[in-house]
């Protein structure tokens, strides 16, 4: 395990990250499925070190929230006419 450790370290470096800074956890999630105490153990700590490596980003909660819409899709007799302009939907930018 050492050597794929290193390997991985190496190839992060290779892509200018890191490598001997970032820290490396060995999981197991079958294992930690199957209830394995050691296993289990080691996703908490798997997980502690996401969340101590990737800041949250900042969200500005007092805006409404906007979800974008790539594709829009007609159901032809649905009757409910939340699809046009208009309709009983309650959507900005509409």
Known sequence: MELVELEVRELLSEYEYPGDDIPIVRVSAL?????DEAW???VL????A????IP????????PFLM?????????GSGHG?????????????
């Open 31 to 35: 294992k930690a499925l199957e209830g």
């Open 40 to 42: 289990t153990a080691s």
């Open 45 to 48: 700590e798997l997980m502690a």
């Open 50 to 53: 996401v969340d101590a490596g």
């Open 56 to 63: 949250e980003p900042p969200r500005d909660i007092e805006k």
């Open 68 to 76: 974008p819409i790539e594709d829009v899709f007609t159901i032809t």
């Open 82 to 94: 939340r699809d046009r302009p208009g309709g009983a939907g309650d959507r900005e930018g509409w």
